[in-house]
């Protein structure tokens, strides 16, 4: 495995399927379960790790963030990784880049909440995929918005690079995994709360109802029982993640709710399926996770 610190030396790999997975570290089985999938899918695999500090709207979020480059380092050796580019600041941002716009898919839910997070992101997306030119670039659908507006920003932008989503992963319980989690304390046991309100309104649809209203209604009830409070509940498409009225194609069931000092996001998908929706809940661990090794 190599680790490299530019990205002259992490594209010197021409002619091969480069697969990209853009990370901010402290890496877990959501981050591992993309270096699979870009392994069984492409030749070369680069996994990244910059915690990007534009794309923070919050200071304490951004000085918190969990941090640990050896541990990183042996997991991608152990998960097989051609490539880990740990690039500077200076070397991502040579010189204070032109914002990307994130376009549509950027306005609502975090977007909305988190002012900047979008375009910091696009940004940075933008200036990986612009430098290292991979034919593949590997996002969780944890970020489910991300995802949206990943794929909208290199479609407008002529990017010749497919952007590929992976499954959810979930810690035994349900919750989904996040380095974030680690800085979560005593309030473990309530974060579980959010995967679990989600996996009501799961059954909810399952069992028939494909409303906004009847599903967010429910995930707002069952969080307020659970002690959490959202900062949204949304229904939205899964490509422009607009509102919509009820499930008429694939769409996100979408919430970010803060847990102590943490913030968490978590979405479920659902689609239509003849005159009833299936829903795509993620992956949970058979085991305890790494975050807690
Ligand atoms: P991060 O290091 O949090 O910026 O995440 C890097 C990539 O891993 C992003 O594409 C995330 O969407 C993805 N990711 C983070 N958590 C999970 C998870 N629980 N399941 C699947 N993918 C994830």
Redesign the pocket.
Known sequence: MRVVHTFAEARDTTGVDLALV????YLHE??L??IEKAKAETSVVCVSIFVNPTQFDAAADLSSYPRDLERDLALCEAAGVDTVLVPSAEEVYPEPLDPIDPGPAAEGMEGAHRPGHFEGVATVVHRFLTALDPHHAY?????AQ?VAVIRTMAAEHGLDVEIVP????REQDGL????RNVRLGLDRARAVGISESLFAAADAAEAGERSAAGLQALVELELQVRGLQPEYVTLADAVWMKPVGEVHREAVLATAVPVGDVRLIDNIVLAPAGPGVVVDRGVRLDRPSILYR
């Open positions: 853009p990370t901010m570290g959501g981050h379960s993309l996002f969780g659908r944890k970020d991300q992976g499954s959810t992963v989904a995994l996040s380095s």
